[in-house]
């Protein structure tokens, strides 16, 4: 069975640092693409972009592009997502995804979501 | 970057009943080498992350009920819910994954009327 388990929930100052993670199991996780998603509270749902864990290559939207990191590591199978900088304006849940087959695909396998608070 | 828009933003369908929800893109995601639509749609009930329903605007994804349709072809699709049931009350959301970035639209939500 596909499983992405995401770190816990986070509060965190303006200008603090944050990474969180996301474990695959179940599947080979270099050969998938993983993607990340933010909804704000009470919002929809906004792509941020996706990380093939094989080769780290990545596609982000301009959104978010240069705001945060995507990484993987393929010897423990997981993806990160990392702020250098928080503001009060990444309060969210953020999820990751993986991707059915190749890089042009749907999400077919959901993480839970990490809830990140900002506040000071 | 392809715009999606979904419609309507809410709607209330009494129990049994069908239930129908818009998404149009910006431009087209019928992609010609393969005939395919780059067009997936996801379900998400309270507290719950998304869950994929459809892919391929059409296909519907192992173990999703066969109530649930996708519809559509190049800038316009439906989602079909043909009997609404009482756990189907979620927002649903259209995504393209056309070209990057695979932007999803603003998600409608349907109650029980």
């Known amino acids: 069975e596909v499983q992405l388990v995401q770190s816990g929930a986070e509060v965190k100052k303006p200008g603090e640092s944050l990474k969180i993670s996301c474990k695959g199991s179940?599947?080979?996780?270099?050969?998938?693409?993983i993607g990340w998603v933010r909804q704000m509270p009470g919002k929809g749902l906004e792509w941020m972009g996706i990380?093939?864990?094989?080769?780290?290559?990545?596609k982000f939207s301009p959104s978010f592009e240069g705001q945060v990191t995507m990484s993987a590591d393929t010897s423990s199978n997981t993806a990160y997502l990392q702020w250098r900088d928080l503001q009060a304006s990444d309060t969210a849940i953020y999820y990751c995804?993986?991707?059915?087959?190749?890089?042009?695909?749907?999400?077919?396998?959901w993480g839970q979501g990490t809830k990140v608070i900002v506040s000071s | 970057d392809i715009v999606m828009t979904q419609s309507p933003d809410s709607l209330a369908v009494s129990l049994g009943e069908r239930a129908t929800i818009n998404c149009k893109s910006s431009?087209?995601?019928?992609?010609?080498?393969?005939?395919?639509?780059?067009l997936a749609w996801y379900q998400q009930r309270p507290g719950q992350p998304p869950k994929l329903l459809i892919y391929?605007?059409?296909t519907r994804e192992s173990g999703v009920p066969d109530r649930f349709t996708g519809s559509g072809s190049v800038t316009d699709f439906t989602l079909t819910i043909s009997s609404l049931q009482a756990e189907d009350v979620a927002v649903y959301y259209c995504q393209h994954y056309y070209s990057s970035p695979f932007t999803f639209g603003g998600g409608t939500r349907v109650e029980i009327k």
């Open positions: 431009q087209s995601v019928l992609y010609d080498s393969n005939n395919r639509n780059y």
């Open positions: 990380i093939y864990p094989g080769d780290s290559d990545t």
């Open positions: 391929w605007a059409s």
């Open positions: 179940g599947y080979t996780f270099s050969k998938y693409w």
């Open positions: 995804a993986r991707q059915k087959f190749g890089d042009y695909d749907a999400f077919d396998s």
